[in-house]
């Protein structure tokens, strides 16, 4: 079972600054088969990238994915007030899915 | 556009079993190459997949949770259902159900939640 740790736990930044969230596996990710995830307060995770680069439909091109082997980066290259929230990378393997403890990028 | 429902009850008593149905629609759950998964949030936590099923298949479960938890799907009903046997506190989260599909990239296929319920809150207490 691969297992992710996201750091930073917390990140402080201001609007119009760049934001770069960092994913761990614990093993090498297969076919790079890496997402990441926004998710506000009282709302369900909203998909922003998956195979590690590939942006979801509607998602804003601020929004970056890059990595490859065991790390993997999603960057904003400029916050907006709407980007402050919970971020969550999530692999998929061997039939099993796994998240990531999560990035708060919250207002300095 | 498809859309998930959770439901079920909001509280459930230790040791008990904790059952919790989505209901689908906008789409017929056997239509395309879909996942119906589980998956929760203990508050002020991360996410924890817990399992899907598909039709005609058998279903997966989180290594951490396969004893105790079982999946099922009616597709008369358009609904997939969740139990988890012998709660305790600790089962204590938010419920989504949420829908994996998946897309051909770079030569492979890549998986990901694409659709989410707005969540069930289950508290476990006596």
């Known amino acids: 079972e691969v297992v992710l740790t996201q750091t930073p736990g917390t990140l402080s930044l201001s609007p119009g600054e760049r934001a770069t969230l960092s994913c761990r596996a614990s093993?090498?990710?297969?076919?790079?088969?890496l997402a990441w995830y926004q998710q506000k307060p009282g709302q369900s995770p909203r998909l922003l990238i998956y195979?590690?680069?590939t942006r979801a439909s509607g998602v804003p091109d601020r929004f970056t994915g890059s990595g490859s082997g065991t790390d993997y980066t999603l960057t904003v290259s400029r916050l907006q007030p709407e980007d402050f929230a919970f971020y969550f990378c999530?692999?998929?393997?061997?039939?099993?899915?796994?998240f990531g403890p999560g990035t708060k990028v919250d207002v300095k | 556009q498809v859309h998930l429902q959770e439901s079920g009850p909001g509280l459930v008593r230790p040791s008990q079993t904790l059952s919790l149905t989505c209901t689908v629609s906008?789409?017929?759950?056997?239509?395309?190459?879909?996942?119906w998964n589980w998956v929760r949030q203990h508050p002020g936590k991360g996410l924890e997949w817990i399992g899907y099923?598909?039709?005609?298949?058998?279903?997966y479960y989180s290594p951490a949770l396969q004893n105790r938890v079982s999946l099922s799907l009616d597709s008369y009903k358009n609904q997939f259902s969740l139990n988890v046997t012998s709660v305790t506190a600790a089962d204590t989260a938010l419920y989504f159900c949420?829908?994996?599909?998946?897309?051909?990239?770079?030569?492979?296929?890549?998986?990901?939640?694409?659709?989410w319920g707005q969540g069930i809150l289950v508290i476990v207490s006596s």
């Open positions: 949420a829908r994996v599909d998946y897309a051909l990239s770079a030569g492979h296929y890549q998986y990901y939640f694409d659709s």
């Open positions: 906008g789409g017929s759950i056997t239509s395309g190459h879909y996942y």
């Open positions: 099923i598909y039709p005609g298949g058998r279903p």
């Open positions: 093993r090498r990710v297969s076919f790079n088969s």
């Open positions: 195979g590690a680069s």
């Open positions: 999530q692999y998929y393997g061997d039939s099993i899915f796994s």
